[in-house]
C-alpha cells in the first residue's frame, strides 16, 4: 500500500505565523488592506445579498467590521490558536474544516491559498460549504512575485536549499476551480510593485503578512555570510535611485457552487453560424 505523500507545508508554523501576525502593530500588514478592498470592490459588483458568510482568516478587523456591518452572519476560521481565541474565531486549517454542509452563501478568502497541503481537497471542501448558488471569493500571492528576492538567495556563496514557497499561476487556478466544481470560474491577476530601500526591510513586510516560509523540511538558519551575500545581490538590482522595486502578483478568483439557473456554456456543436461561411470574402473585398 502507498505512502500518502509528505506534506509540503508544516501547519505548526502556519499555526505559529498567524499567531505571530495577531500581536503585531496594528498597519504593520500592508498587504491586508489592499487584498480586502479588493475583495469587497468585486463583491460590490454582486447584485445579491449573502445571508451566511464564512472568512477564512481573522487578522483583519476592519475587513471583519465591514461584513459585520452589512448585517450577514459572519463565521470566521482562523488556524492561529491565539487569533482564533482573541476573536472568537472557528480553529481550524481550511484542509480540516468541520462545518455542516451547504450553510454558506459566501466564502472569503483573502490569501494562505498558496500554501495548503492539498488545494483540490480544500478547494472540494469548501464547495461543499456553499449552499447552492454560493460565491467563494479570494486571493493570494501568486506566480511571479518577489522576482527580486528569488535571485538573491541563488547569489553565489548562498547554499542551493529551497527557502520559498512554490508558487500558482493564473491558469492552474483556473483549472482547479472548474476541476473542484465551481461552475462560471474568473480569475485574473493585480501587479503591485513596492519600491525597498533594502532587503532586510523586505523580509519584515513578508514576516508581517504572513508570506515568509512555512515549508514542512525547514530550511537551516541562514549564515551571516549568506545574508551580507543575499543583501548585497538584493541591493544590487536597485534603480537608480538606490530603492529595489520588488513585485508582488496578487492572484484574484472566484466560482459559484452550482445552481439550475445559473447560465450554461452552449452545448458544443450547437451553433447555426459555420466558420468556413464566416471567413469567405465578402463581395465587397474582392
Not at 150 to 167: E, N
Request: proline share 8%; hydrophobic share 45%.
Amino acid at each position: 500500500m502507498s505512502q500518502p505523500p509528505a506534506p509540503l507545508f508544516s501547519s505548526a508554523r502556519h499555526r505559529a505565523q498567524r499567531d505571530r501576525m495577531a500581536r503585531q502593530p496594528a498597519g504593520a500588514d500592508f498587504l491586508a488592506p489592499i487584498i480586502a478592498e479588493t475583495l469587497l470592490d468585486r463583491l460590490s459588483m454582486v447584485t445579491r445579498d449573502f445571508a451566511r458568510t464564512l472568512l477564512i482568516g481573522a487578522h483583519d478587523a476592519a475587513l471583519i467590521d465591514h461584513l459585520r456591518g452589512t448585517g450577514t452572519a459572519l463565521t470566521l476560521v482562523e488556524a492561529g490558536p491565539g487569533l482564533a481565541a482573541a476573536t472568537g474565531a472557528v480553529e481550524s486549517e481550511v484542509n480540516a474544516l468541520d462545518l455542516p454542509f451547504a450553510s454558506f452563501d459566501l466564502i472569503l478568502w483573502p490569501g494562505g491559498f498558496d500554501s495548503v497541503n492539498d488545494v483540490p481537497g480544500a478547494l472540494v471542501r469548501l464547495r461543499a460549504l456553499l449552499a447552492p448558488d454560493g460565491l467563494l471569493l479570494g486571493s493570494f500571492v501568486g506566480d511571479g512575485s518577489l522576482a527580486r528576492l528569488r535571485r538573491a538567495t541563488m547569489a553565489d556563496g548562498v547554499r542551493p536549499i529551497a527557502r520559498m514557497h512554490p508558487q500558482v499561476d493564473l491558469a492552474a487556478m483556473g483549472n482547479l476551480l472548474q476541476r473542484t466544481g465551481f461552475t462560471l470560474p474568473v480569475v485574473d491577476v493585480e501587479a503591485l510593485t513596492v519600491r525597498y530601500a533594502d532587503w532586510f526591510a523586505l523580509v519584515r513586510d513578508l514576516r508581517a503578512a504572513g508570506l515568509s516560509s512555512r515549508l514542512a523540511a525547514a530550511p537551516p538558519p541562514l549564515t551571516r555570510d549568506e545574508v551580507a551575500r543575499i543583501a548585497l545581490a538584493f541591493t544590487a538590482q536597485a534603480d537608480a535611485d538606490g530603492r529595489i522595486a520588488e513585485s508582488f502578483r496578487l492572484i484574484h478568483f472566484s466560482g459559484w457552487a452550482p445552481h439550475p439557473d445559473q447560465p450554461r456554456p452552449a452545448r458544443r456543436g450547437s451553433g447555426t453560424a459555420s466558420l468556413a461561411d464566416a471567413l469567405k470574402p465578402r463581395p465587397d473585398q474582392g
